[in-house]
C-alpha cells in the first residue's frame, strides 16, 4: 500500500492549463449602487463559516468593507449567525449593506419557500451568498431574480444548480466549482490501499446523490477497477428526524465494515461530534476510511481526507467573483471553476487502530496530521 505515495502526488497537481489566467478585479469606483446582501446555508458547518470568512477578509483587502478586526471567528467554528449579525452592525462600507434578518441556516423546505417568496418579492435583498448543495439547490430557481452565488456545493453540475462548467444555465445563478475534486480524492485512495470494494453510504435521491457526487465515485470505480458496495440512508427532514437518520447510518456502516475493503465516507449529516461513534467500526475492523469532507473528519477518527492548506484562494475567488457581479459584469458566464494544491490529512492514531504504517514522506508531506500525542 505505501509504494502508492509517489503516484499519488502526482494526482493532487491538477494541470497547469487549467487554471484560470488573472484578470484585473474591478474596484470600489466601478459599483454604482448600494448592494444588499444576504447569506444562506444548508447547515452549520465549519468549511462554510470558514469560506464565509475568508472571502469577507479578501473584500476587507480589496476595500469593498470597512475593518473587519475583531470579527467574530475562529478557524474550525461552524457558528455564522453571531459572524453576520456582527457584520450587520460593524461592517461599514460605501457599497455593502449585510442584511441584518437575511441570514438563514438549516434550511429546511419551509424555510427555502419563504427565503425563495422574500427574494421573489424583490424585498430588500439585491444578491444571495448560498453554502451547501441543499441550499443551493433550493435557491437555483427561476422562481425570483436574484444573484444568487453558491460556494461549498458538493457537484453543483449534477445537482442541477448551474448547467455546466462555462455557462451557468441561468443568468442570476453561479457556483464554485473544481469539478475532479473527488475524483483526485478516489485516485489518491485507491492507488494508496488497491482496494477492490469501496464501501459508500448515501441518500438514494436525485440531491443525495449530488451531494455524494456519485457520477464521479462511479467513474472512479469504472477506471480503476474497484466495486462498489453501496447502502442507502435517506437524510433526515429535520431535527425531529436526526435520530432515525443517525440510528439507519449507523447500521449502514456496521454492515459495511464488514462488507467493503476500504470506505469512502461522503458527506453527511451527523454533527461532527458524533464522528467519533458512527466510525467506530471500521477502525475496530480495520477498514481505511477517507473523508469526502475534509481534515474535520479526519480530526475525529477517519484516517484521511485531503486539506486546504488555507482559505486565501477561494476567499479571493468568492470576493472577486461578487465585485465583477456588483460592478454590472454578466454572471452568467463569470469564470467558476477554481481550485488550488491541496495535500493530505492524516489522523496517525487510526492508522495505528488499523494496523498501517503511513509513509514517511508522506508524513513530511502532510500539511494536516492528527491523533499524535
Same mark, same amino acid.
Given at each position: 500500500?505505501?509504494?502508492?505515495?509517489?503516484?499519488?502526488?502526482?494526482?493532487?497537481?491538477?494541470?497547469?492549463?487549467?487554471?484560470?489566467?488573472?484578470?484585473?478585479?474591478?474596484?470600489?469606483?466601478?459599483?454604482?449602487?448600494?448592494?444588499?446582501?444576504?447569506?444562506?446555508?444548508?447547515?452549520?458547518?465549519?468549511?462554510?463559516?470558514?469560506?464565509?470568512?475568508?472571502?469577507?477578509?479578501?473584500?476587507?483587502?480589496?476595500?469593498?468593507?470597512?475593518?473587519?478586526?475583531?470579527?467574530?471567528?475562529?478557524?474550525?467554528?461552524?457558528?455564522?449567525?453571531?459572524?453576520?449579525?456582527?457584520?450587520?452592525?460593524?461592517?461599514?462600507?460605501?457599497?455593502?449593506?449585510?442584511?441584518?434578518?437575511?441570514?438563514?441556516?438549516?434550511?429546511?423546505?419551509?424555510?427555502?419557500?419563504?427565503?425563495?417568496?422574500?427574494?421573489?418579492?424583490?424585498?430588500?435583498?439585491?444578491?444571495?451568498?448560498?453554502?451547501?448543495?441543499?441550499?443551493? *439547490? &433550493?435557491?437555483? !430557481? +427561476?422562481?425570483? %431574480?436574484?444573484? /444568487?452565488? @453558491?460556494?461549498?456545493?458538493?457537484?453543483?453540475?449534477?445537482?442541477?444548480? *448551474? &448547467?455546466?462548467? !462555462? +455557462?451557468?444555465? %441561468?443568468?442570476? /445563478?453561479? @457556483?464554485?466549482?473544481?469539478?475532479?475534486?473527488?475524483?483526485?480524492?478516489?485516485?489518491?485512495?485507491?492507488?494508496?490501499?488497491?482496494?477492490?470494494?469501496?464501501?459508500?453510504?448515501?441518500?438514494?435521491?436525485?440531491?443525495?446523490?449530488?451531494?455524494?457526487?456519485?457520477?464521479?465515485?462511479?467513474?472512479?470505480?469504472?477506471?480503476?477497477?474497484?466495486?462498489?458496495?453501496?447502502?442507502?440512508?435517506?437524510?433526515?427532514?429535520?431535527?425531529?428526524?436526526?435520530?432515525?437518520?443517525?440510528?439507519?447510518?449507523?447500521?449502514?456502516?456496521?454492515?459495511?465494515?464488514?462488507?467493503?475493503?476500504?470506505?469512502?465516507?461522503?458527506?453527511?449529516?451527523?454533527?461532527?461530534?458524533?464522528?467519533?461513534?458512527?466510525?467506530?467500526?471500521?477502525?475496530?475492523?480495520?477498514?481505511?476510511?477517507?473523508?469526502?469532507?475534509?481534515?474535520?473528519?479526519?480530526?475525529?477518527?477517519?484516517?484521511?481526507?485531503?486539506?486546504?492548506?488555507?482559505?486565501?484562494?477561494?476567499?479571493?475567488?468568492?470576493?472577486?467573483?461578487?465585485?465583477?457581479?456588483?460592478?454590472?459584469?454578466?454572471?452568467?458566464?463569470?469564470?467558476?471553476?477554481?481550485?488550488?494544491?491541496?495535500?493530505?490529512?492524516?489522523?496517525?492514531?487510526?492508522?495505528?487502530?488499523?494496523?498501517?504504517?503511513?509513509?514517511?514522506?508522506?508524513?513530511?508531506?502532510?500539511?494536516?496530521?492528527?491523533?499524535?500525542?
Amino acid at each position: 500500500a505505501a509504494s502508492g505515495f509517489g503516484a499519488f502526488c502526482g494526482a493532487l497537481r491538477p494541470p497547469a492549463a487549467a487554471l484560470a489566467a488573472p484578470r484585473p478585479v474591478p474596484s470600489v469606483r466601478d459599483v454604482p449602487r448600494r448592494w444588499r446582501i444576504g447569506y444562506a446555508e444548508s447547515m452549520p458547518y465549519g468549511n462554510y463559516a470558514a469560506t464565509l470568512a475568508a472571502i469577507l477578509g479578501e473584500l476587507e483587502r480589496m476595500g469593498w468593507t470597512g475593518g473587519l478586526t475583531g470579527m467574530p471567528y475562529r478557524p474550525g467554528q461552524t457558528d455564522t449567525a453571531a459572524l453576520w449579525s456582527w457584520l450587520a452592525a460593524r461592517a461599514g462600507s460605501p457599497i455593502l449593506e449585510f442584511v441584518p434578518d437575511a441570514h438563514a441556516t438549516n434550511l429546511t423546505p419551509e424555510g427555502a419557500d419563504a427565503l425563495v417568496e422574500r427574494l421573489r418579492g424583490g424585498r430588500g435583498i439585491d444578491l444571495m451568498i448560498v453554502m451547501g448543495t441543499v441550499a443551493g *439547490v &433550493a435557491l437555483a !430557481t +427561476d422562481a425570483h %431574480r436574484v444573484p /444568487v452565488l @453558491a460556494f461549498s456545493c458538493t457537484n453543483p453540475v449534477a445537482a442541477g444548480i *448551474v &448547467a455546466s462548467e !462555462t +455557462d451557468t444555465g %441561468r443568468d442570476h /445563478v453561479w @457556483a464554485h466549482l473544481d469539478p475532479r475534486r473527488f475524483q483526485r480524492q478516489l485516485s489518491i485512495f485507491h492507488k494508496t490501499f488497491r482496494f477492490r470494494r469501496l464501501g459508500i453510504a448515501y441518500d438514494d435521491s436525485p440531491t443525495g446523490r449530488a451531494i455524494a457526487s456519485l457520477p464521479d465515485i462511479e467513474a472512479m470505480a469504472g477506471r480503476s477497477g474497484f466495486e462498489l458496495v453501496e447502502r442507502h440512508v435517506r437524510a433526515p427532514i429535520d431535527h425531529l428526524d436526526q435520530y432515525r437518520y443517525e440510528v439507519e447510518l449507523s447500521a449502514a456502516w456496521d454492515a459495511l465494515s464488514r462488507e467493503a475493503e476500504a470506505m469512502y465516507i461522503t458527506y453527511g449529516r451527523w454533527p461532527l461530534d458524533r464522528f467519533p461513534s458512527l466510525v467506530r467500526p471500521f477502525l475496530k475492523r480495520r477498514v481505511p476510511t477517507f473523508s469526502q469532507l475534509g481534515p474535520e473528519e479526519v480530526e475525529r477518527g477517519a484516517l484521511m481526507s485531503i486539506a486546504r492548506a488555507d482559505m486565501a484562494g477561494i476567499g479571493h475567488f468568492g470576493a472577486a467573483t461578487i465585485a465583477r457581479v456588483m460592478a454590472g459584469e454578466p454572471l452568467r458566464h463569470l469564470p467558476q471553476v477554481y481550485f488550488d494544491t491541496p495535500s493530505i490529512a492524516w489522523n496517525a492514531a487510526t492508522a495505528a487502530a488499523i494496523g498501517y504504517r503511513i509513509p514517511f514522506p508522506a508524513l513530511l508531506a502532510a500539511d494536516s496530521l492528527h491523533g499524535v500525542l
